[in-house]
């Protein structure tokens, strides 16, 4: 691609920024994609400072870079959020997203492609890359998403840009090419630039950037003559002119621009994936990368939006990125800053979103992870552009840009913003179910308050948390992702003033009978006055997993009063939520009212409710009491040779495989589905990422209760384990 200029200014860290776009072909959405180490947020501070944007660039090690504003990741020395960092190349305003590497932040990852129009996935020359990279490139393939391929820390002593590409090439697929060579330098170690492809140029970097652009010398020749020869012939496959290949392969010189213009379009449409080798270190490539990412990727123009709906779920014609359109953009991210209060990231899909602009703010499709359906008319505070945690004012936001708006009282991550008049909902994006619980418990009743409030601004911008109050164990959980997870959002709480604890989390139980019983309940007391006196006798039977409780009248002769059997009732249901055994409700039983007493002053609703409960408990010394624990079925998909340890560790948590199979969404690997007790699947997410490598996911639903075995039962007392 033809080499461009890069601006060279001198700014303070954080004061600079790119100013907010006017026209959406004037603007490029990029997320970086990569396992952690793969050095995104390094590239990106590199890009920063090369345009100007930045003075210097920061480091990861200091938790110094742009990216680095969440204190709780700063001390955990790991990137966990997504930020946007925007800068100016040629006249047109790149955002940059840079996604965490952590699989437990799949959330932020999945709102910065939500965000973007293209992909720019970063592969170490040293490190090669993880299966969720290769997993996410699939998805990415799916949508028809645009992607590319940087290589880097191209300047560590084991770098290897050829096993990287060939790395790529196995694991992406066809059509993943490099349009540039790595050049070393003169001690033979360290590159020293590229050797472009296309153009047969090379790019020279030891005076620094920008490249010195010169003829290759002659032992450079047959590298590019061999590579290129490929790379022509893959940018040809994709070429809108059929006669292209005829022509080249009859020998015929294909000229450089058309080839260029050919490999751009392909880039855009997803059809090609260039491969381009930059180093943030020393700054070879940058320019290059920011060329092909201005020259390459699509603008907001040439993407397909989101689907949206009216708020009854009503179908609506496609959105158009047109500034002049109806305002439409979604919140990508919410993070709550003390002096600012409320702070979402937003992009903007159709319309032009400006400061104390009137919109209607929605939010739907969260219920179940804490996240309530909500809709209100708000009034957007001011409107910035952001550099990571830094904002700067800008006078409106068009259709295709990225912003950050501030003072929302609701927009939580996920949520629309629209025009009052007619407000929309955008299509939201698929979310994995977080499957790690945490049960957390403040240490005293003055940090209850506080812990309350943490937790509904982490909940705000975190879909992938899911915050449950257990009515049966009365224990406050957390579902996370993983292990990295939890250890932030605990942080992020104590961060917050509230002092907490966390405690093992208890499985909710169950009680039933095993064998058919009589009950006899007799409350009878004589104190003065009127007393009470209530008789009543019942038989129990068993019933299928799942049935339920039931209660039946089959007294005969007024034995008990007719206006008493509803009490009765009462004791008996009120007696089987208390439990009979241990403390958890009782079910799968029919109680049967058969016979009873009562007399003409002294029985009452309350004495015949608590003879009810009597004639259950007695009943349950003779029905043969169990526990019963909840019995999850779980589908895992893991690597095909990973399979035998999948099963073997799901025999040890007492689980019973239904069946194996190919998966049927992704070659190499396998689906099996066991059924397993909920308890043995407490830190399944953990054990089985330990298991396959991160590779494997598994999903879970109820299925039923069974019997609790007896040696594990002894200690299953209280309100649960």
């Known amino acids: 691609m033809a080499q461009r200029n890069t601006a060279q200014k001198s700014q303070d860290r954080g004061a600079g920024g790119a100013p907010a776009a006017t026209d959406p072909g004037g603007v490029r959405n990029v997320v970086l994609v990569g396992h952690s180490g793969a050095g995104k947020t390094t590239l990106v501070e590199a890009l920063l400072a090369a345009t100007g944007t930045i003075g210097r660039a920061g480091t990861v090690a200091d938790g110094t870079t742009v990216c680095d504003h969440d204190p709780a990741a700063v001390r955990q ?60 490139w699939e998805e990415c393939a799916a949508v028809g998403m645009p992607r590319a391929v940087a290589v880097t820390r191209l300047d560590h002593p084991r770098a290897d840009f050829d096993e990287a590409v060939a790395l790529c090439q196995r694991v992406f697929g066809e059509n993943v090419l490099p349009l540039h060579l790595t050049m070393l330098g003169d001690d033979g170690e360290s590159v020293a630039g590229l050797l472009g492809l296309v153009t047969r140029r090379v790019f020279d970097y030891t005076g620094g950037l920008p490249a010195q652009v010169r003829e290759p010398d002659p032992e450079h020749l047959p590298a590019i003559a061999e590579s290129r020869n490929e790379l022509i012939e893959g940018i040809i496959a994709e070429s809108e002119d059929e006669s292209l290949m005829d022509r080249y392969l009859a020998g015929e010189e294909i000229d450089t621009a058309v080839l260029v213009a050919d490999l751009e379009k392909a880039v855009a449409r997803g059809h090609f994936h260039p491969v381009v080798p930059v180093c943030a270190a020393t700054g070879v490539g940058l320019d290059v990368l920011l060329d092909g990412l201005v020259s390459a990727f699509p603008s907001p123009l040439e993407h397909e939006l989101p689907a949206v709906t009216g708020l009854d779920g009503s179908p609506r014609p496609p959105m158009a990125c047109d500034p002049d359109g109806p305002l439409v953009a979604e919140v990508v991210r919410t993070t709550v800053d003390r002096h600012l209060g409320r702070v979402s990231l937003v992009r903007v899909f159709s319309g032009t979103l400006r400061p104390e602009q009137t919109a209607h703010v929605a939010g739907h499709g969260m219920a179940g992870r804490g996240h309530p359906d909500h809709d209100a008319d708000e009034r957007v505070g001011h409107v910035y552009s952001p550099l990571g945690a830094a904002l700067r004012e800008v006078p409106a936001c068009v259709a295709g840009d990225i912003c950050a708006i501030t003072k929302s009282g609701s927009a939580e991550t996920g949520d629309t913003i629209s025009a009052k008049e007619d407000p929309l909902l955008v299509a939201p994006w698929e979310m994995p179910e977080p499957l790690l619980p945490v049960a957390v418990v403040a ?42 997870h939890a250890d932030v959002v605990l942080d992020r709480l104590r961060g917050g003033g509230a002092e907490l604890d966390t405690e093992p989390v208890r499985v909710a139980l169950r009680e039933t009978l095993t064998t058919p019983a009589k009950g006899h309940g007799r409350h009878v007391k004589q104190s003065g006055g009127h007393g009470q006196y209530a008789v009543c006798d019942i038989e129990v039977e068993p019933l299928p997993r799942g049935a339920g409780f039931e209660f039946v009248d089959r007294v005969v002769g007024g034995a008990v009063p007719h206006h008493y059997v509803p ?56 029905g043969g009491p169990v526990l019963l624990e909840p019995v999850d079925e779980v589908e895992v998909r893991v690597p095909d040779h990973t399979v035998g340890a999948v099963l073997g560790d799901l025999s040890g948590r007492r689980g019973r495989v239904l069946g194996t199979g190919p998966d049927p969404d992704a070659e190499g690997r396998t689906l099996v589905r066991a059924e397993v007790p909920a308890t043995g699947l407490l830190r399944y997410a953990v054990e089985l990422r330990a298991l396959t490598a991160g590779a494997g996911t598994f999903r879970r639903h109820f299925a039923r209760y069974e019997v609790l075995p007896a040696h594990l039962a002894e200690g299953a007392g209280g309100t649960g384990r």
């Open 443 to 484: 240490r005293s009743r003055a940090d209850e308050d506080t812990l309350a409030r943490n937790l509904a601004r982490l909940v705000a911008g975190d879909p992938t948390l899911r915050l449950e109050r257990n009515p049966e164990t009365h224990q406050l959980v957390l579902w996370c992702m993983g292990e990295a």
């Open 567 to 622: 009490s009765v009732e009462k004791g008996v249901r009120a007696q089987a939520e208390r439990g009979l055994v241990a403390g958890h409700p009782v079910v799968d039983l029919r109680v049967t009212l058969v016979d009873g007493k009562a007399h003409s002053v002294d029985s009452s609703d309350a004495a015949f409710a608590t003879a009810g409960a009597l004639a259950l408990r007695d009943a349950a010394e003779r």
């Open 77 to 136: 020395q790991r990137s966990v959020s997504l930020s946007c960092a925007p800068l100016v190349h040629d006249g047109v305003k790149i955002n940059l997203l840079d996604t965490p590497g952590y699989a437990d932040f799949v959330g932020e990852l999945r709102a910065g492609l939500r965000a973007a129009d293209a992909a720019l996935f970063v592969v170490s020359a040293v490190d090669g890359m993880d299966a969720a990279t290769a997993a996410l």
